[in-house]
């Protein structure tokens, strides 16, 4: 048995179980079913490939999307178990000892190690607005980058700035392929990311020693290629016409199309229709809601997430009527505020540590 | 006279798909029969409609075998009423099918155990005998 077999079993995972998980992803990826077979393969060899992981500007919703998907997840045991060599968020070690697990991994893998990161990098005030270890993510980019063999930008922020670069971006967040121009960048973005397309990637790597066909924005055409909307189990109801008016209106009780209701799914590009989310159970439209286009560039911007793509994205034009009117009623809402809060600044009484403990020993 | 009376007969597109996945085993399986190595057809990524699916059902028929697979969700394995071809779906632990293709084998490649796994086999049957002497 190779390390692989030992940690899937010990996870109770079966040969078969594995080869059936890679058969999978190679279908997702468009390979030939073959392909599964020599994923499974190049994934078992016993030399482990080494990933190094860093966060910057982020959430960490990425990486809960790949390590808390579903129990037990093989994307998180591909990761965590056989590939992970140095992640700030899911190791033990802390302060100096992590430093120097940073240190050594990447002077141990240098040239063959692949570099993940998800979020953002700010450069305002020279990087200073997310530091670790008194380092800004600026210099550590720099320094370990250019020593990867590829750099996969994980997530929203990191392949296109995402939420910390939406306007006014007070930290001058940037995505990773701002700062690394000149090393193989593959960018898998979602908010979060599907986790089975970042698993897909690093086995296409592993087996063919290559990065899977990329799109114009770099990501993976086989997870990329096709829009939500192509692929939506509600498009039939886009070409007769049938829209849902309000969230809930009969039309959005029989499943008709969202579009009218800020749904992005015709310029989104990503997988979430067919590959769908926890297990295959499902994707946002089929909870009810449009999609948000969360993995395509400067998505936070787009104009508002219940504003049909067709409805103009600038500031509304009002009557002057309804500016009066909406100015009065402004003026209103203000001053009833301010009663509100001189009531409540009067009623308020502040207590000391004393009061506290008193109350407590009463309550003995 | 209407445009129905023109005697063109167009094949639908879906059904084309179809066609081609039936030439496409047939050569399979002529592999199979010469040299021993089959293949698969992925049919996730094929554009099969439902009544293209069920020609196709229709056309290669069941044959009289059916193998369960219980690992990381159930697998159902068919065979065909083509010897050969078999009918593979790939569920989740959830249920949902995830992965779906025709294999063309003498046995489907998730089904014989490895020797590794037999020799674990071994030992357990070893150590259960260990327990009566």
Known sequence: ??????????????????????????????LPPAAGQAMAE????????????????????CLESITRSHTPTIEGLIFDALSLDYSETLMAAAGHQAEQALKRAVEDNAGRFILVIDGSVP??????????????????????????????????????????????????AVAISEIVRDKPLVNIPGCPPIPVVMTGVIAHYLTFGSLPELDRLRRPRAFYGETIHD??????????????K???DEGARQGWCLFELGCKGPVTYNACAHVKWNDHTSFPIESGHGCIGCSEPGFWDAGGFYRPLSAPAGPLKLAAGAVAAGAAVGVAVAIANRARKGAARAAHVTATVADLEKADGGER | MGLEAIPVVVEPADLAAARAVLRELAVLVERLLATGEGGAIDLGVLPLTPAARAWLIDRLGRGEVEIRLTAGGQSTITETGCAGVWWVRHGNEAGVVTSELLEVAYVPGLVPVSRAEVENGLQRLNSGLDGLN
């Open chain 1, 231 to 244: 692929r939506c189990y509600r498009r039939p109801f886009y070409d007769r016409g049938l829209f849902a």
């Open chain 1, 246 to 248: 309000s969230f809930d």
């Open chain 1, 1 to 30: 048995m190779n390390e692989l077999q030992e940690r899937l079993a010990w996870r109770g995972i079966s040969r078969r179980g594995f080869l059936k998980y890679c058969t999978m992803l190679a279908s997702l990826m468009a």
């Open chain 1, 42 to 61: 190049a994934l078992a060899r016993a030399r482990r490939p080494a990933v190094i992981w860093l966060p910057f500007q982020e959430c960490t919703g």
């Open chain 1, 123 to 172: 450069t305002g005030l020279n990087g200073a607005y997310s530091c670790i270890a008194g380092r800004s993510n600026l210099d550590l980019l720099r320094e370990v980058a250019p020593k990867a063999a590829v750099v996969i930008a994980m997530g929203s922020c990191a392949a296109f700035g995402g939420i910390p670069a939406a306007r006014p971006n007070p930290t001058g």
